[in-house]
């Protein structure tokens, strides 16, 4: 195993980093004191192989009133090490004869960077720092757990993809035209700062179970990246052949799937997926575009920064015992469907048609007034065609049309805990009983529907 660690230091002083001779006004006499540290040990969380982590920061202290000598700063792997001091851009593997003010402080920032290790456990790696002052050495200890990991860079993928470790993604992983990649339950899947895994005119089929699910994320592992959005695009189908996503959890990403036209030679859906989670993702979770056609069963997609599901310029989707939820800091309601697009850098309108829009036992709702919004042009060779049933749907207005039938608007499902993204709800909840029969006989969590089952993708038993 090598690796790399970056030492940034920093003198928290108006005239930066002083060596023995420089002075920052303060008396020039020298303690004959020791340092002291806001930490013993540098921790950083799970590390991928090649990837650095985000900075880590301790800060050494001279808590007397003179002034100290740091006669020497090291890390201890030596110039053979791959280890790499850098102070104010001159990279040293020794800095000696520094001089810390009294009652000052340096702030020392240090980055990790693993390579291949060649094993698919994590291990902990470990290193110090070496502080001398006055003849005595102190130490800051480092250490890291890391793990392997397969590597995508902008590479063509096809067959099963072995699940023994994970597999991160930079710019995109392709499955090209005409090919296919299985996904077999229990795959990790980290994604890098605006990749995606990109399916063209191909086919994806994620295989999870209940429990041993399909992970797809962001590749910082550190605690503080566990709620942030954004950190990648998400899984971009292209003119697809058929696609299943089963048992999967899709969380952090941008746009958690992106589904952009169909296939011309498939009669059927482009992707349908079931008993899965899409949540926490800066713009969409579910995105059909330009006659992209969706399936849902089971889902619960939520907490996006616009829409939990939006259709745009047409196409067909079938969401059956589907949460599709807002929650999150959204002003854009959580379900929006519309049969065009205007592109202003064209300056055209494009139109298309919306063969199947079928909601049946969903729940719409969320923090806003309207988490449900239907905006379409009708005009010839363009069609247009609902069926919404036994639904919960929040909303200010109460549409009328014959095509929504037995909606509960605007109640209250009586989740447990939103904000935790907790959606089992109580017995008094309208959600209760109040679906219609369809052939989805088990909820996300393997629980068997009663009759008549419950609306959403939890069945209360």
């Given at each position: ?5 970056i ?32 930490v013993d ?22 808590n ?52 291949t ?24 200890k ?7 990991a ?14 023994d ?9 392709a ?23 990109y ?16 992970v ?34 899709i ?100 139109v ?31 069609n ?11 909303s ?16 209250n ?48 038993n």
């Open positions: 195993m090598k690796k790399k660690i030492l940034l230091i920093f003198l928290n002083c108006t005239l930066g980093i002083l060596f023995l001779t420089t002075s920052c006004g303060k008396n020039s006499s020298f303690s004959k004191k020791n340092l002291s540290f806001s040990t540098l921790v950083f969380d799970t590390v991928f192989t090649t990837i650095g982590s985000t900075t880590q920061q301790f800060k050494i202290y001279n007397e009133n003179k002034s100290v000598i740091i006669e020497e700063i090291e890390l201890m792997g030596g110039s053979n090490s791959f280890f790499r001091m850098n102070i104010d851009g001159i990279a040293l593997d020794m800095i000696k004869d520094t001089k810390l003010l009294g009652r000052d402080s340096l702030f020392a920032f240090v980055e990790v960077t693993l390579n290790n060649g094993q698919t456990l994590p291990l902990i790696i470990e290193d110090s720092i070496r502080f001398r002052t006055n003849g005595v050495d102190q130490y800051i480092l250490a890291v757990w890391g793990q392997d397969y590597f995508h860079y902008k590479d063509l993928n096809e067959g099963i993809w072995p699940n470790k994970p597999h991160v993604i930079y710019g995109y992983a499955v090209d035209s005409s090919k296919t990649l299985t996904i077999h339950a229990g795959t990790q899947i980290h994604l890098h700062k605006n990749a995606l895994l399916v063209y005119k191909s086919s994806l089929h994620v295989e999870g179970n209940l429990g041993n699910e399909v797809f994320k962001g590749d910082r592992l550190e605690e503080l990246y566990q709620d942030v959005e954004g950190q990648y695009y998400g899984i971009y189908f292209h003119e697809a052949k058929e696609s299943t996503i089963d048992y999967a959890i969380k952090n990403g941008t746009s958690g799937i992106h589904v952009y036209s169909n296939d011309a030679s498939n009669p059927n859906y482009t992707l349908t997926v079931t008993n899965t989670k899409i949540f926490n993702h800066s713009r969409y979770g579910i995105f059909i575009y330009s006659g992209g056609k969706v399936k849902a069963e089971n889902c619960i997609i939520s907490k996006c920064g616009t829409h939990a599901l939006i259709v745009l310029e047409g196409g067909d989707f079938n969401f059956n015992h589907c949460n599709l939820l807002g929650y999150g800091n959204s002003q854009a309601p959580a379900v929006g469907i519309s049969n065009f697009y205007n592109d202003y850098f064209n300056g055209t309108t494009n298309g048609s919306i063969d199947e829009g079928k909601f049946y036992n969903c729940v719409i709702t969320g923090n806003l007034s309207s988490e449900f919004a239907i905006d379409t042009i009708q005009m010839n060779g363009v247009l065609s609902f069926d919404i049933k036994n639904c919960l749907i929040r200010e207005i109460n549409y009328t049309d014959p095509f929504y039938q037995n909606i509960l608007w605007n109640d499902p009586l989740f447990e805990d939103t904000a935790q993204g907790d959606f089992l709800f109580t017995t008094n909840s309208t959600l209760n009983a109040n679906g219609i029969v369809t052939t989805v006989t088990n909820d996300i969590y393997g629980s068997p529907r009663n009759n008549p089952p419950d609306i959403g993708a939890v069945e209360l």
